[in-house]
């Protein structure tokens, strides 16, 4: 038989959560105003993956789903990372081939 | 069949067992659907991606058209609205009627906020021209071109962002009147929990089209 218990998480870990993304949009804006060249967007997007795992593993209770659930979600991951290699392994090469009589 | 130890509720539906297993079903759809989203956001991630390379220098002074205060203030808005629905959620899992309208109410305001600060910046892109098209006017006129492209990549990624906004503010509705008559209890609260799913993706997309349109390069 199935267990028949939900997961109620304590509010305070909900109030813990919402208080760090709210730092870590504080933190994202502040850091655009440090010139790190290309590096500005790899912390950017650092902060938004961090964020977004934060959202995940606890606002939508991913921590505690089946594990079923869990590799959906990690699946879905992996389709984006295939939409996305196999297009940049086109669109970002394109220029390391010469072209003859280009 | 139902197995021995079913416990019969009103909302348990004849092809489950129990309301557990008709949850777990549910929330294993939830994510499926989440993952064609993520794919269908991820198409226009990936043209964003691809511009951006092509055009960095342009992506910049597109994005500085941007107002970072009002982008950081609807980010503020929305994690806000999904600390009060994750709330909501957490009131319908404790039986908690009055908890339930009080964080819907306030996830459905927050919401409002948002779509409201996202029409004004709208308006403001309309006033200066920045609305890709034949009346599209940049002050850089050498990156007018690739501008007007960062442009159409903001309208496609906000506007349908807004769409969802819209669309779960009437999942909110319709949670609310349930809340209202007392549907959603701490054995059956699928729904709210569903819409909450719905509603955090909706907020996980506006954390990255935050940064990636808002905070291009070095301000």
Redesign the interface.
């Known amino acids: 038989?199935?267990?028949?218990t939900?997961h109620?998480?304590p509010?305070r870990l909900?109030?813990v959560?919402?208080l760090a993304?709210?730092v870590l949009?504080?933190l994202?804006?502040g850091v655009?105003?440090?010139?790190?060249?290309e590096y500005?967007?790899f912390v950017?997007?650092g902060?938004?993956i961090f964020?977004?795992s934060l959202?995940?593993l606890?606002?939508?209770?991913a921590r505690w789903?089946?594990r079923?659930?869990q590799i959906?979600?990690l699946?879905?991951?992996l389709?984006?990372g295939i939409?996305?290699s196999f297009?940049?392994a086109d669109?970002?090469t394109r220029g390391l081939l010469g072209v003859p009589g280009r | 069949m139902h197995?021995p130890?079913a416990?019969s509720h009103a909302r348990l539906q004849h092809h489950f067992d129990?309301?557990?297993?008709q949850?777990?079903a549910s929330?294993?759809g939830m994510?499926?659907f989440?993952?064609t989203e993520?794919?269908f956001f991820?198409?226009m991630f990936?043209a964003y991606?691809?511009y951006r390379?092509w055009y960095p220098d342009a992506w910049v002074a597109a994005s500085h058209h941007l107002d970072?205060f009002w982008g950081?203030f609807n980010?503020?808005a929305l994690?806000?609205s999904?600390?009060t629905?994750?709330?909501a959620v957490?009131a319908a899992?404790?039986g908690s009627r009055q908890g339930q309208i009080v964080f819907l109410v306030l996830t459905m305001a927050l919401g409002t906020v948002f779509l409201g600060v996202k029409a004004m910046e709208y308006a403001d892109k309309f006033d200066h021209h920045l609305v890709p098209g034949p009346g599209f006017l940049f002050d850089d006129p050498r990156y007018a071109r690739a501008a007007q492209i960062f442009f159409s990549v903001y309208f496609a990624m906000t506007g349908v962002h807004a769409l969802h906004m819209v669309i779960g503010l009437g999942l909110l509705l319709w949670l609310l009147a349930g809340a209202r008559r007392g549907t959603f209890t701490?054995e059956y609260?699928t729904p709210v929990?569903m819409v909450?799913?719905y509603w955090?993706?909706v907020?996980?997309i506006w954390?990255?089209l935050?940064?990636?349109l808002y905070?291009?390069?070095?301000?």
């Not at chain 2, 129990?18 to 297993?21: I, R, S």
């Open positions: 038989m199935v267990e028949h939900q109620v998480a509010v909900y109030v959560v919402f993304l709210l949009t504080f994202t804006v655009t105003y440090v010139d790190m060249g500005n967007l950017a997007l902060i938004a964020k977004a959202v995940i606890y606002f939508m209770h789903s089946p079923l659930v959906v979600m699946t879905s991951l389709f984006i939409l996305a297009s940049f669109y970002l | 197995s130890d416990i129990t309301l557990e297993q949850q777990q929330t294993l994510w499926l989440l993952a993520l794919l991820g198409g990936l991606t691809l390379a970072v950081a980010t503020v994690i806000l999904s600390f629905m994750a709330m957490h899992q404790t701490a609260n929990e909450g799913l955090h993706f907020d996980i954390i990255f935050f940064p990636l905070l291009v390069g070095h301000h």
